[in-house]
Nanobody, 121 residues
Framework: VQLQASGGGLVQPGGSLRLSCAAS????????IGWYRQAPGKAREGVLC????????YFARSVAGRFTIARDNAKNTVSLQMNSLKPEDTAVYYC???????????????WGRGTKVTVSS
């Protein structure tokens, strides 16, 4: 079971980025997939999660209306579209799963390598 997040980079405030979570070894479509982030000097926090049936759970209220999560089952990926980015969104972003179908508040067991997002002018 391997997960890999990609798509990070440097973006100006107000800009957009699209992160992608790819899986190998299991079908993402069967499981809830969450996006998490850890900013420098801060604890890791949940951002968004999508269930196997496509329901979205927002863990971070600060991203509501700006971030969306979606599946591409044909590519076995889950994306995180981030719009109207703010400097406080700067963090390393990770995708993770517990290999269950629904999103929950616990810490997932399977984690991918993160991708760094820097929002700065």
């Amino acid at each position: 079971v391997q997960l890999q997040a990609s798509g990070g980079g440097l973006v100006q405030p107000g800009g957009s980025l699209r992160l992608s979570c790819a899986a190998s070894g299991f079908p993402l479509e069967d499981y809830a997939i969450g996006w998490y982030r850890q900013a420098p000097g801060k604890a890791r926090e949940g951002v968004l999660c999508i269930s196997s049936t496509g329901d979205t759970t927002y863990f971070a209220r600060s991203v509501a209306g700006r971030f969306t999560i979606a599946r591409d089952n044909a590519k076995n990926t889950v994306s995180l579209q981030m719009n109207s980015l703010k400097p406080e969104d700067t963090a390393v972003y990770y995708c993770a799963t517990d290999r269950v179908s629904t999103c929950g508040p616990g810490v997932p067991y399977y984690w991918g390598r993160g991708t760094k997002v820097t929002v700065s002018s």
